[in-house]
């Protein structure tokens, strides 16, 4: 399956300098979060495959008008040709107010909330976040912070691949696009990442 994984900024190659065909090899979309909403809908009608989102901490507006074509698999797990997808959006909360906003602990009652998902399929394959893991690609600053309870997720169901967006590589020289933890790969998807799964 080829997957286009997408977040935080709008590519030009797949938007302002777009032809026909550019997006027709890809099995799937993924996005993890901070794209607007035309963006994504120009991307799942000109891909012809499904796009699945977790919305970002900017995404407050997809709570009563979400993109058009695309599914938001936030909260839940979503199963495409064999291969399970665990949604968990939002990032870290850094002020008072933000539909996508989250404490730590509030996080873990996310995940908590979804035990019976995680039971009825027997864990998942591909974990799409728009914050990063605590101290694995997050930065100091509260805004950029990832959370430490989706590092328990990687080491108790061993996913193939996490997707993440929120620290843009654009940041700095040492922001990795891809990362290995145990049997995880943990890629950033700022902007665009091709990959097969």
């Known amino acids: 399956m080829k997957i286009l994984a997408v977040s935080d900024e709008e590519s030009s190659y797949f938007y302002?300098?777009?032809?026909?065909?550019?997006?027709?090899?890809?099995?799937?979309?993924i996005a993890c979060g901070d794209l607007h909403k035309s963006y994504l809908e120009f991307l799942v009608t000109m891909a012809r495959c499904p796009l699945l989102y977790v919305p970002g901490n900017h995404d407050d507006s997809f709570e009563k008008n979400p993109p058009e074509g695309c599914i938001c698999i936030d909260n839940?797990?979503?199963?495409?040709?064999?291969?399970?997808f665990l949604g968990l959006g939002g990032s870290y909360r850094y002020k008072k107010y933000g539909t996508y906003m989250y404490t730590e602990r509030e996080m873990q009652g996310k995940i908590r909330r979804l035990w019976p998902q995680l039971f009825r399929y027997k864990g998942f394959d591909v974990l799409v976040t728009h914050a990063p893991v605590r101290n694995m690609g997050d930065l100091d600053d509260l805004p950029h912070r990832g959370f430490r309870c989706f590092e328990d997720l990687l080491k108790k169901y061993r996913?193939?691949?996490?997707?993440?967006?929120?620290?843009?590589?654009n940041y700095g020289v040492n922001i990795p696009v891809k990362r290995e933890f145990q049997d995880t790969v943990i890629i950033n998807s700022f902007e665009h990442h091709i990959l097969d799964y």
């Not at 302002?16 to 979309?29: A, E, M, R, S, V």
């Not at 199963?79 to 399970?84: A, D, I, M």
């Not at 996913?159 to 590589?169: A, D």
């Open 159 to 169: 996913p193939k691949y996490m997707l993440h967006g929120h620290v843009h590589r």
């Open 76 to 84: 839940q797990i979503y199963e495409y040709k064999g291969v399970r």
């Open 16 to 29: 302002d300098f777009y032809k026909p065909g550019k997006l027709k090899d890809f099995d799937l979309i």
